[in-house]
């Protein structure tokens, strides 16, 4: 991968009549869906490419460094991470860090991992009554959320797991295997959908509270508390984190299961009490406060562009 030297405290002039190329570091391509409609708003009046085999003019750089390879380049570069860690950086600073978790780094902007995998989280007409208990769909066994639907199949037999972690031979139906990431179209007739973290850390908050709420059943979660109560109504799910233990959070689970009315409330409540869902779900379409620290720093950096 070529990229030119920076110039001037990491102004980059493009040559002209040139496209404005991105290139991926690591898995920073995973980055585009949303990082591409808000470069373009940036730049309205500039062509831009993502191609890995020409010159880089920006780069964007993310985990899972093994799967591409990872070349030395001065161009300006961004870090978007995709996990609860900092992406590690390279010799120069960065023109900003997009961290799902809440960072001590001067030029991070928080941005939550749910928002770089749902366009828009919102319940659906709900599916009145239910059929079957509750939902469990993960490939990585977390010991916490293992012990909750395990305890939660043992006290009701219309508790299914669908994915590689406590897998029920007795399933009502096989789940596609494209359902099994968004869950909007497998598990509509579910009351719960298991929906916890594999980690909790200040900030940080994947797509999975955010699936359950597309199915249209309530999502039973664990994270942390003080981001998810941020940006959801705490009366239209379980936290785990309100007991004492995951076992207890599952026998509560069932108990409100067993209650139509007490399960009714849970999906009759708005899962969101304010606009803070739609502030950032705005990287998609608009321009928001929030975004200003990226705007500048990359309007700073390629002021050639327009």
Known sequence: ?????????????????????????GMGSWSYEFIGP????????????????????????????????AAGYKCPY???????????????????????????????????????????????????????????????????????????????????????????????????IHDRGNNKNAFGNFGFTVAMENTVAPGYMTEKIGNAFCTGSVPIYKGDTDTVNAFFNRESFLNVSDYATPILAAEAAVQIWRDPQKLQHFLDAPITLNDRLKDYEAIYTEYRPWQKPMVDALRDAFPDCG
């Open 38 to 69: 808000f470069l373009q708003r940036t730049f309205p009046n500039t062509t831009i490419t993502y191609d890995n085999s020409c010159r880089a003019d920006l780069v964007i750089r993310s985990h899972f460094l093994n799967l591409e390879r």
């Open 78 to 176: 961004i870090v978007w991470s995709g996990e609860s860690r900092h992406v590690p950086l390279i010799d120069h600073a960065p023109l900003f860090e997009l961290n799902t978790f809440h960072s001590p780094h001067e030029n991070s902007v928080y941005f939550p991992h749910i928002f770089a995998e749902i366009r828009e989280t919102k319940r659906p007409e709900v599916q009145t009554p239910k059929k079957y208990c509750c939902a469990y769909a993960f490939s990585n066994p977390v010991h916490d959320r293992e012990l909750l639907f395990r305890r939660m199949r043992s006290l009701e037999p219309t508790c299914y797991g669908f994915g590689q972690c406590s897998f029920t031979n007795d399933n009502p139906f096989v789940a596609p």
């Open 1 to 25: 991968m070529l990229c030119r030297q920076v110039e001037l405290k990491c102004i980059h002039l493009l040559p002209i009549n040139m496209p404005f190329n991105v290139v991926s570091d």
